[in-house]
C-alpha cells in the first residue's frame, strides 16, 4: 500500500531542518550504503542527497566526524593489514580518496603539515 503525503497551503514543498538533512547524508555514507535506496527510503530524489552533502560539506567548519577503534581493529575488506594497527594510530581518510596514518610517535607539527597538504588536493 502506498503512502500518500498531502501539502497544504501555499507551500509545495516540504521543509526539511538542518538535523533530518543530517540524518539522511549520515545515512548514505555509511559502509554498503546506496544513496538512491536511502533517498527512496527517504522519499527525496537522489541529487537532492548530493545537494544536501554540498551545502553541509560547504558550512563545514574545519573538524570531521571522528570515529574510535580499538587497536587491531583492521578492516581485511579495505586492505587493512591487520598487524598495522597494534600502536597507536590516527587514521585519516580525505575526500580525494587517500588515507593517511600516522603513528602516535610522529611530530605533531610533521602531521599538521602532512594533512594540510593532502587537504588541498
Same mark, same amino acid.
Given at each position: 500500500?502506498? !503512502?500518500? &503525503?498531502v501539502?497544504? @497551503?501555499?507551500?509545495? #514543498?516540504? +521543509?526539511?531542518?538542518?538535523?533530518?538533512?543530517?540524518?539522511?547524508? $549520515?545515512?548514505?555514507?555509511?559502509?554498503?550504503a546506496?544513496v538512491?535506496e536511502?533517498?527512496? !527510503?527517504? &522519499?527525496?530524489?537522489? @541529487?537532492q542527497i548530493? #545537494?544536501w +552533502?554540498?551545502?553541509?560539506?560547504?558550512?563545514s567548519d574545519?573538524? $570531521?566526524?571522528?570515529?574510535i577503534a580499538?587497536?587491531?581493529?583492521?578492516?581485511?575488506q579495505?586492505?587493512d593489514?591487520?598487524?598495522?594497527?597494534?600502536?597507536?594510530?590516527?587514521?585519516?581518510?580525505?575526500?580525494?580518496k587517500?588515507?593517511?596514518?600516522?603513528?602516535?610517535?610522529?611530530?605533531?607539527?610533521?602531521?599538521?603539515?602532512v594533512?594540510?597538504?593532502?587537504?588541498?588536493?
Amino acid at each position: 500500500m502506498a !503512502r500518500v &503525503e498531502v501539502i497544504t @497551503g501555499p507551500e509545495r #514543498r516540504r +521543509r526539511w531542518t538542518d538535523e533530518q538533512k543530517q540524518a539522511i547524508v $549520515a545515512e548514505t555514507l555509511e559502509p554498503g550504503a546506496v544513496v538512491a535506496e536511502v533517498a527512496r !527510503r527517504a &522519499e527525496v530524489g537522489p @541529487g537532492q542527497i548530493y #545537494r544536501w +552533502r554540498q551545502e553541509l560539506r560547504g558550512r563545514s567548519d574545519g573538524f $570531521a566526524q571522528v570515529m574510535i577503534a580499538a587497536p587491531g581493529n583492521a578492516d581485511p575488506q579495505a586492505g587493512d593489514d591487520p598487524g598495522c594497527c597494534a600502536a597507536p594510530v590516527i587514521e585519516v581518510d580525505f575526500a580525494c580518496k587517500a588515507r593517511l596514518r600516522i603513528p602516535a610517535s610522529t611530530p605533531a607539527a610533521l602531521a599538521v603539515a602532512v594533512v594540510k597538504a593532502l587537504a588541498r588536493r
